[in-house]
């Protein structure tokens, strides 16, 4: 594969899911530890993404003073304007990260008023511009290359709230395996928020979809309903329904 080709490679796999890890890049690319280190230091460089210890990070998933560029921008708002109707006045709602989620944020009605627990340090300051939004944040040890709080206090803290809904942000998402994502602190936080969720509501781009990464948050009986840009009736979305997921 040619350098051109393996950075195309990287940056949509670093769009798609917000990070890459090196060790993962090399085996998707067959190449060495020392290549990717140079293709990501090269991308970094151009001012494509963030290197960091293990693997890179999207520019666009990280709060900066500047705005980034988000990654499939349109898809994401449409998947925002489903998922908004579906918040009613008076709830408690967990919300997780992600660009996704962060449209979410800005696409609230003013006159919402529900109360929004969360450990993502970019999502809470989205939700301090809400007029009507109550901001509980769950602070502990941050996660740098997530922007959110991790850790036992965070998981202890969630297993105390009964929340009316969970929006879950989705790194990958599959028909067998379920959720599944990258890092295991992130894991246990998202782990904690479905278990105290009446309802889980999944947000995710096509993309994402009948992809796996290498630890799983969740099977899909864990989660209601799947929200993604698609039409219900689109055939990459029939796998989930025929497993019994409601799509939207």
Known sequence: MLKKERHAFIMQQINIHNKVLSADLCIQLNVSEDTVRRDLQELTEEGKLIKVHGGALSKSFHVTIERNN???????????????????NGMLIV?????????????????????????NVPIALE????????????????????????GAEVVNRLSQIRADICLLGTNSIDPDFGITDLEWEIIEVKKAMINC???????????????????????????????????????????????GLDVL
């Open 70 to 88: 988000v990654y499939a921008l349109p898809e994401k708002q449409i998947i925002a304007k489903k998922t908004i109707p579906l918040l009613k």
């Open 95 to 119: 919300i997780s990260g992600g660009t996704t989620m962060r449209e979410l944020v800005k696409l609230l009605p003013p006159d919402l008023s529900a109360t929004f627990v969360t450990a």
């Open 127 to 150: 939700l301090l511009d809400h007029p009507n939004a109550e901001v509980i944040f769950l602070g502990n040890k941050l996660l740098k290359s997530a922007q959110m709080a991790v």
């Open 197 to 243: 969720a009446d309802k889980v509501i999944s947000l995710s781009i096509a993309e994402k979809l009948n992809s796996t990464k290498r630890l799983q948050v969740c099977t899909l009986d864990k989660l209601d309903l799947l929200v993604t840009e698609l039409m219900p009736d689109d055939p990459l979305l029939q796998p989930f329904i025929d497993k």
